[in-house]
């Protein structure tokens, strides 16, 4: 009778850790990472029902598409650029308001009223939503390590209308979870 308990209570301890495990490599294969020059990698849970589609490198430019199979729903796309400028500026958080301005001046996307949020990791991030019903789209901006890192957030390739503020909370979330991950 003790040996059948102890190969009972034996097989429950595996069945647990096989579960433990599923769920740890399930976690796992959530994360997107985006490696940036061998500078920093981006690391993110990618939204339910998305996946990256399209890694790309311009030069100086790099991105990456994150689609979903239902078409109604926005596109992202996470662009990150080296500016020359600011190669010494850690975040978007050390420079000043003025500073900030002239980040702005240069991105002709972001002529219109921006607002300001933090990230759960402290970075600032600079919002833009462009409500101009020929080219609707929401921009998130930030700085780190001298790289402005932008998601653009677009309606859908099937969608009927604007985008909407939960689909704006959506990659607001998506935005505030990426963790940028130093290459030392």
């Given at each position: 009778m003790k040996k059948l308990i102890m190969f009972v209570?034996?097989?429950?301890?595996?069945?647990?850790f096989s579960i433990g495990s599923a769920e740890n490599s399930s976690d796992k294969e959530?994360?997107?990472?985006?490696?940036v020059n061998g500078v920093f990698n981006i690391r993110g849970i990618t939204p339910d029902g998305y996946s990256m589609t399209d890694v790309f490198q311009d030069g100086t430019t790099i991105g990456a598409?994150?689609?979903?199979?239902?078409?109604?729903k926005p596109s992202f796309v996470l662009v990150i650029s080296f500016l020359e400028e600011y190669?010494?500026?850690?975040?978007l958080n050390d420079l000043s308001e003025e500073e900030r301005m002239n980040l702005i001046d240069m991105d002709p996307t972001?002529?219109?009223n921006i607002e300001t949020m933090e990230t759960e990791f402290g970075t600032q991030v600079m919002?833009?939503?462009?409500?101009?019903?020929?080219?609707?789209?929401?921009?998130?901006v930030t700085l780190y390590k001298?790289?402005?890192?932008g998601l653009n957030l677009f309606p859908g390739i099937d969608s009927e209308g604007s985008l909407t503020e939960d689909q704006i909370l959506q990659a607001m979330k998506f935005l505030s979870d990426l963790e940028f991950v130093p290459n030392n």
């Open positions: 209570a034996c097989l429950v301890i595996v069945f647990c959530d994360y997107t990472v985006v490696s598409s994150f689609e979903s199979t239902d078409l109604k190669a010494n500026v850690e975040r972001l002529s219109e919002i833009l939503h462009s409500k101009n019903p020929e080219f609707d789209f929401a921009s998130f001298g790289y402005e890192v």
